[in-house]
C-alpha cells in the first residue's frame, strides 16, 4: 500500500496515536506532510495535542490510581522517576508545563506527578496549554523546514526518503534538546 493511500485512511488518527505513544518524530513528520499537502497543518496540530493530552492524562491518572501499586513503586525507584519529582516539587506549574520538553523525563513526568497531591483539574488544564504549545512547535518545525529537507533528499516520493528525512529531522531535535540540557546543567553548576 503508498504511503499516500496509508495517510489517506490514517493520517491524522496516526498523527493522534503516535504523538501519544512515541512523540516528536510522528509530530514532525505529520509537519512535513502538511507542508506536502498531504495532511492539513491544523489538523495535524489538533491531533497531535489531544494524543499527546490524553496519554499524559491517562499516565497521571494511572500515577494517581496505582501509587501504591508494586510495579509504579518500581518505577519509583528508578533516577528519572525522583528527578522529575524533584524537578516537579521545586517548581511544579513549570514542571507541569514543561515535561513534555524534557528528554528523558516524557513519559515516567506524569506517572510521578500523579503521586503527588497536585489535583486532577489543575494538572488537565495546565496539561492541555501545553499539550497544545507542544504540539503546534513540533507541527511548525516540520512545516517549516520540509523545503530543506525535501531539497537535501529530493522529493519524498518513496517510503525510504520518507523514513531517512524524519529520522534526520528527529535527530537535529534530540541533538538541540541535548545542547540545551548540556548548556542549562553548566548553568546550573556554575550558579552554586
Do not use: C
Not at 8 to 25: H, K, N, Q
Not at 67 to 93: C, G, M, N, S, Y
Request: proline share 3%.
Amino acid at each position: 500500500m503508498a504511503i499516500e493511500t496509508l495517510l489517506a485512511r490514517y493520517g491524522l488518527a496516526a498523527v493522534f496515536l503516535g504523538a501519544g505513544i512515541e512523540g516528536e518524530t510522528m509530530v514532525v513528520t505529520g509537519g512535513l506532510l502538511a507542508h506536502d499537502g498531504l495532511l492539513p497543518f491544523f489538523g495535524v496540530a489538533i491531533a497531535a495535542a489531544a494524543g499527546s493530552f490524553v496519554a499524559d492524562q491517562l499516565f497521571f491518572a494511572l500515577g494517581r490510581r496505582f501509587r501504591d501499586h508494586p510495579r509504579v513503586q518500581r518505577i519509583e525507584a528508578k533516577p528519572a522517576f525522583a528527578r522529575a519529582l524533584a524537578l516537579f516539587e521545586r517548581h511544579p506549574t513549570a514542571f507541569v508545563f514543561g515535561f513534555r520538553f524534557l528528554y528523558g523525563l516524557r513519559t515516567v513526568s506524569p506517572i510521578a506527578i500523579g503521586t503527588s497531591a497536585i489535583r486532577t483539574h489543575i494538572f488537565a488544564a495546565i496539561n492541555a496549554a501545553a499539550a497544545a504549545v507542544w504540539a503546534f512547535l513540533f507541527t511548525g518545525i516540520g512545516y517549516v523546514f520540509a523545503d530543506g529537507i525535501e531539497r537535501f533528499f529530493g522529493k519524498m516520493k518513496s517510503i525510504e526518503h520518507f523514513v531517512i528525512g524524519v529520522l534526520i529531522v528527529a535527530a537535529v531535535i534530540g541533538g538541540g534538546i541535548q545542547l540545551v540540557r548540556r548548556l542549562r546543567a553548566k548553568r546550573l553548576s556554575a550558579a552554586q
